[in-house]
């Protein structure tokens, strides 16, 4: 069974960090693309960070390019999405997703919310003096 958790939201000051972090269970990491996708206050789910099982390689959406890193710790079944510089635009929740067995980050580069990807519960990130 596939279950994503996600941690390390909270409150941060604009310019600040936060380390969120997506402990996965029930499948090996080697073989799931992860992405991250956000949902601010009246807004669309959009698709933030994604990295790729098949070469490890990584997408970031315009928005975050130069700020946030996604990372893969495969020893623990974990993946970090680092945020440095942060900004207001960036309070929302975010998800932490995989599309499933041997599959690319497209639903993540596209921001399509196709109904056969697995959701974290998700966490708030709040930026604000």
């Known amino acids: 069974q596939v279950q994503l958790v996600e941690s390390g939201g909270g409150l941060v000051q604009p310019g600040g960090s936060l380390r969120l972090s997506c402990e996965a269970s029930?499948?090996?990491?080697?073989?799931?693309?992860i992405g991250w996708f956000r949902q601010a206050p009246g807004k669309e789910r959009e698709g933030v960070s994604c990295?790729?099982?098949?070469?490890?390689?990584?997408y970031y959406a315009d928005s975050v390019k130069g700020r946030f890193t996604i990372s893969r710790a495969n020893d623990t079944n974990t993946v970090y999405l680092q945020m440095n510089t942060m900004r207001p635009e960036d309070t929302a929740v975010y998800y932490c997703?995989?599309?499933?067995?041997?599959?690319?980050?497209?639903?993540?580069?596209?921001?399509?919310?196709?109904?056969?990807?697995?959701w974290g519960q998700g966490t708030q990130v709040t930026v604000s003096s």
């Open positions: 997703v995989t599309p499933g067995f041997l599959l690319d980050c497209a639903v993540v580069r596209e921001s399509r919310q196709e109904s056969y990807i697995y």
């Open positions: 029930g499948f090996n990491l080697d073989y799931y693309s």
């Open positions: 990295i790729e099982s098949r070469d490890r390689s990584t």
